[in-house]
């Protein structure tokens, strides 16, 4: 998938393989959350929910 008007796509690069959380929403509280498990150097995570014409703050974390 990619960008629509209520969710896009974001993809990131680790140098060792990690988690991925991508946690999102209006600032200053973001109050949502995507988490993927598997370890891996390439991520990908599909965001939903989003409201057209509205900006989001996005935080990327990584565990190993």
Known sequence: QGTSATGTKI???TLQPTTSVIE????PEL?????ADTPRT???LQLTGL???TTFII????RR
Request: no cysteine; aromatic share 10%.
């Open 11 to 13: 993809a990131w690069r």
């Open 24 to 27: 999102y929403g209006l600032a």
């Open 31 to 35: 109050g949502m959350k995507l988490e």
């Open 42 to 44: 390439d991520h990908a």
């Open 51 to 53: 409201k057209p014409n």
């Open 59 to 62: 935080g990327l974390a990584a």
